[in-house]
T-cell receptor, first 118, second 113 residues
């Protein structure tokens, strides 16, 4: 079965400090990895994705993520956190192993609440 | 703005009732997905349609059903509602291909009282 784990329910960081939100995955087939962010009372907004190629991908709002195949991880990072980054972050994966896989659904982690303190 | 439109944004209804949630996908997207977000269950995949046909089913209750119409909009029907059905229901859409992003709407908040 496909699964995504976000080991931390909550991450707290001071403004200006670097932040990391962790994600590991377990899939059969090739993984295609995504990060989404949800602000209070809002929908899921796409941040970035890894499909192939360079293991370090850059996304919206200064976020980046590093794909590590050997550790099956896709951690989200930002060099300098902002108070406005406070939100709920979801890691998600699609896999080539899903039947009809080019239309494959996303499997989500349970989310990590990021709080950035001023 | 993701381009995925969901209506209504908020809905309050009584137990035992039936509601319909509507979704208009992004222009050109043939695939529509429905997800349920609740505090205790997180984001649960319900069902997926592609160009009018059901393609994948997740944790969708028998009381729930969905369809995608020829104009590609989709509806999620929830019947015999229970208190536990209170949740945020997301619609998402995409084009074919692993590398393509799945875009989500703002969601429909359902409260069952």
């Amino acid at each position: 079965a496909q699964s995504v784990a976000q080991p931390e329910d909550q991450v707290n960081v001071a403004e200006g400090n670097p932040l990391t939100v962790k994600c590991t995955y377990s899939v059969s087939g090739n993984p295609y990895l995504f990060w989404y962010v949800q602000y209070p009372n809002r929908g899921l907004q796409f941040l970035l994705k890894y499909i192939t190629g360079d293991n370090l991908v850059k996304g919206s709002y200064g976020f980046e993520a590093e794909f590590n195949k050997s550790q099956t991880s896709f951690h989200l990072k930002k060099p300098s956190a902002l108070v406005s980054d406070s939100a709920l972050y979801f890691c998600a994966v699609r896999t080539s192993a899903d039947r009809g896989s080019t239309l494959g659904r996303l499997y989500f982690g349970r989310g990590t609440q990021l709080t950035v303190w001023p | 703005d993701s381009g995925v439109t969901q209506t209504p944004k908020h809905l309050i209804t009584a137990t035992g009732q039936r509601v319909t949630l509507r979704c208009s996908p992004r222009s050109g997207d043939l695939s529509v997905y429905w997800y349920q977000q609740s505090l205790d269950q997180g984001l649960q995949f319900l069902i997926q349609y592609y160009n009018g046909e059901e393609r994948a089913k997740g944790n969708i209750l028998e009381r729930f059903s969905a369809q995608q119409f020829p104009d590609l909009h989709s509806e999620l029907n929830l019947s015999s509602l229970e208190l536990g059905d209170s949740a945020l229901y997301f619609c998402a859409s995409s084009v074919v291909g692993f590398g393509n992003t799945i875009y989500f709407g703002e969601g429909s908040w359902l409260t069952v009282v």
